[in-house]
Structures are given as C-alpha cells and as structure tokens.
C-alpha cells in the first residue's frame, strides 16, 4: 500500500472529506487529492500533524512497522529434506514487506533531504522549464451546434522538461473545464435559470512518465459541446530529494464559435499563458535555467 493509499484509508476511517481533513491541516482539497493520488508527497510537519490527527505514530503512518520472517532453525535440522523448500517459501512470502520496507525506507530518505535542503524559492518563466511540449486532439467533426455534441474529444498533453530540469519529472496537471449552454434547457424543455447556463468543474490528471519519450497525460470529454480546458497547475517533482515546483497558468484551449442561430463550434484554439509562472522552484535550480528572471520569494 503506497503512501497516498494509506492517508486516503485513515481519512475514510475518520469519516473526513478531502476539504474537512485539509481544512485541519491547513491545506487546498487539492493538495489532499494530489497526495492520496501519490501526485506529491506532503511536508514533514503534515505528515506529523496526520500521525497525531489519525492517533498512529509516524512510522504507522508511512507504513515502516513491516513483520520480519523468524526462522525455526532446530526444526530445520530435524527436517533436512523439506528446509531449503521451506526456506525459498517464506522468502517469496516475506518479498512484498521487504519490497514495502524499502518503498518507505526510501520515502524517509526524500523527506529527510527535502527538509535539510531548504532555501528559498523564486518565481521563473514557465516556458524556459520545457524542451518543447504538445497538446493534440482526437478526430472529431467541427460544425455541431454548441453544448450538443455527439462526439468524444480526447486531448493529450505531452511535456520534455529542460536539460537543465534532469531529475525532475511532472507529475500531474490540474484541469479547469468551463461550458456555456446558449439555449439553457432541461430535457423535458423547461428553461434552465440564465444563471445556471454556464458550469465548470477541476479534475486531477496523473502524469505518466515512460523510460523513454515525453511525459504525457490524458483527458476525455463526453459529447464535447465547446468547454473549454485551462491547465490551471503543473506540478513537478525531483525524485531524489522530494522537492517541488509549481507551474500556473499554462494554457488554455478554446473554441472559436459563430455566434448566430445555432452557435455552431468551429475550431479548437490553443492559448499559451505565462503568468503567474512558477511558484516554488529551488533557487539553485532556477539559476542553472537561462532566461529565469530570478525574483526570491
């Protein structure tokens, strides 16, 4: 069980949403979401907060108490011909605790160097953090009347980090979508209140990051009626040390829709924004990138 499992097990045991438990810790419903995701991993003084909150010890919390195979070696000299079976048995039984062992032993490991390796922070152009990176869409037909599409679009975002950036992965994007229903009715045609025709909701994209090639994450929206997709976050993690960065603000995707009887959509646009930037990127790390206009926080 990973990290962000257990804290989303205890939160349930304790009948706590993501926004009452982030409400104790002093947190975003976001931040909750990306941890038991295992999108990010929390600050040393969260996770201790969380120990106290949950009445387990730090090491229950991280999931370090793992039983140790005890071996009867008197039993083994009186059945010398089963032993060494027996032997490879308990091994094979005892590899996920000692594989969970090490998870966490590494996990202990990052938390300790993120907190000896404070310094500050400083806010850096988002678009010097990226070799290059790529939105595309899947097939779909232009020309279908706004908010009543019959066809799913898939959008896939793809992300190199800089050179500079090696040991950094992006680890999830925060996804903003917002419709608009022009002719604001309910299926049985009622007429929806001129202040409900327009919604929008977050979702939380994990980032795979293959062995090679580019990061990339995926979003799928039912019956696309013309929303369009803010990348509100970008988050980016150094794997060895825990440290975190922060990118705002990235792009948005919109459509270019006529405006007359039918408000058909006809073109999917990219926007790209840049600010705010970037939050939370390690001064020693904005220096190696040029073109940071390093402005300490």
Request: net charge negative; aromatic share 8%.
């Amino acid at each position: 069980m990973t990290l962000g499992q257990r804290i989303q097990e205890l939160r349930k045991q304790h009948n706590l949403s993501q926004e009452a438990l982030g409400e104790k810790l002093g947190v975003s419903r976001q931040a909750i979401s990306r941890w038991e995701m295992d999108g990010a991993v929390p600050e040393v003084d969260k996770l201790i907060a969380m120990s106290k909150l949950f009445g387990i010890s730090l090491d229950e919390l991280l999931g370090l108490k793992a039983p140790s195979p005890k071996l009867k070696i008197q039993w083994f000299r009186q059945k010398p011909m089963v032993s060494a079976a027996l032997v490879v048995l308990l091994l094979l039984c005892a590899l996920p605790s000692l594989l969970l062992w090490r998870e966490n032993q590494s996990l202990r490991r990052q938390l300790s160097s993120s907190t000896a390796l404070f310094e500050p922070t400083v806010a850096c152009d988002g678009r010097f953090l990226f070799q290059n990176w790529d939105v595309s869409f899947s097939d779909i037909s232009m020309g279908f009347p706004q908010s009543r599409g019959t066809e799913d679009l898939t959008i896939q975002f793809s992300f190199q980090l800089a050179e500079e950036l090696k040991g950094w992965e992006v680890t999830g994007l925060e996804i903003k979508i917002e419709g608009y229903d022009p002719w604001g009715e309910y299926p049985d045609g009622t007429d929806v209140p001129a202040d409900k025709r327009q919604w929008e909701r977050i979702e939380y994209l994990p980032v795979k990051t293959p062995l090679f090639g580019d990061s990339c994450a995926t979003l799928t929206l039912p019956d696309y009626g013309g929303e369009s997709v803010t990348v509100t976050t970008i988050d980016l993690c150094e794997t060895d040390t825990g440290r975190s960065a922060t990118i705002q603000n990235f792009l948005t995707i919109g459509t270019d829709a006529q405006r007359g009887n039918n408000f058909t959509v006809n073109t999917l646009s990219i926007q790209e924004q840049y600010y705010p930037s970037v939050a939370d990127l390690p001064l020693s790390i904005a220096r190696r990138i040029p073109g940071c206009q390093l402005e300490v926080s």
